[in-house]
């Protein structure tokens, strides 16, 4: 059983409370885990590149399209496969795919 924690009191769930708190826990699969590391490793890259949006600053093209391809990352790869293309590491950890280097010129 499930704890809980009413009113600073704790105690198992009832059935009932452990039937509907089962029935509302999300299974998340590998894919779907997967997906969410390449999302967070986009926002992360995209974060780093937010200053160059500025108005006192001109973006290089080079970086738009660099900004855009990250950004089409979830709809231009939609298999576990192109995943783990996306997620693979070289005997160092560092991902091999260049999509992760922003690019210099």
Do not use: C, H
Not at 3 to 26: C, F, L, P
Not at 67 to 77: I, K, V, Y
Request: proline share 3%; charged share 30%; hydrophobic share 30%.
């Amino acid at each position: 059983m499930t704890k809980i924690n009413i009113n600073g009191i704790n105690r198992d769930m009832t059935s009932e409370e452990q039937a509907e708190y089962d029935a509302r826990k999300v299974t998340i699969t590998e894919e779907q885990m997967k997906l969410q590391a390449i999302k967070d490793m986009r926002k992360v890259r995209l974060e780093d590149t937010d200053w160059m949006s500025n108005s006192d600053v001109t973006m290089p093209d080079y970086i738009k399209t660099w900004r855009q391809t990250l950004r089409d990352l979830p709809q231009n790869n939609t298999s576990e496969s192109q995943y783990d293309t996306l997620l693979a590491k070289d005997s160092d950890g560092k991902f091999t795919n260049s999509v992760w280097t922003q690019p210099t010129s």
